[in-house]
């Protein structure tokens, strides 16, 4: 079935503003990446302006996303993103006896992270302070963690939740036997 140039037309501004959102990007960065003009970038977003094939080069280079699929008719709403247990990055010298499964997409970092951790009998993870405002929140999958915040202190069980600060130093432990657990950060 072959699309109206309308309907693509239609659909780019959105889909444009869309792409710098997810990439945390203001008009001035895109403009400054893409060689192309923050007016010219805010018009096309607008819809007040139809981009050049060349400009629309730019601006998807840019914001590192696909030509064709930025123009594509299916959208965010219509696809699930699917990180395989397999393929999930990890991180293994934070911590002792702490493996950290990295569950949240890319362009989160530093602002909604999501971590798997597996921890050994014994196994610790200690963090320095973040941002302003931070918290953290622990569900505890399977074992006994021991969670650290400034100066408060709780053990959690299978299926407790705990929330807590994350701009002091904290940290989390296994409670005398391996555990896993689900870590939310929010960056303020």
Not at 4 to 23: F, G, S, V, W
Not at 62 to 86: H, K, N, S
Not at 104 to 115: D, K, L, N
Request: charged share 25%; glycine share 8%; hydrophobic share 35%.
């Amino acid at each position: 079935m072959t699309e109206n140039t309308d309907d693509i037309l239609n659909r780019l501004p959105a889909r444009l503003k869309e792409a710098r959102r997810a990439k945390g990007l203001s008009l001035e960065a895109v403009a400054n990446l893409s060689g192309v003009s923050r007016s010219m970038v805010s018009q096309i977003e607008r819809g007040e302006s139809s981009p050049t094939i060349s400009t629309l080069w730019n601006l998807t280079r840019a914001l590192q996303v696909d030509f064709a699929g930025l123009l594509d008719a299916e959208t965010a709403r219509d696809r699930i993103d699917v990180i395989r247990a397999e393929e999930a990055p990890t991180i293994e010298n934070m911590g002792e006896g702490c493996r950290i499964r990295i569950l949240s997409p890319p362009e989160e970092a530093g602002h909604h992270e999501v971590y798997e951790l597996i921890f050994t009998e014994g196994g610790a993870l200690r963090s320095q302070p973040h941002t302003r405002g931070a918290t953290e929140q622990l569900t505890v999958i399977s074992g006994e963690v021991q969670v650290t915040s400034g100066a408060a202190e709780s053990t959690l069980s299978q299926g407790d939740t705990a929330r807590y600060a994350a701009d002091v130093p904290h940290s989390i432990r296994s409670a005398g036997s391996p555990a896993r657990a689900l870590l939310i950060v929010k960056n303020a």
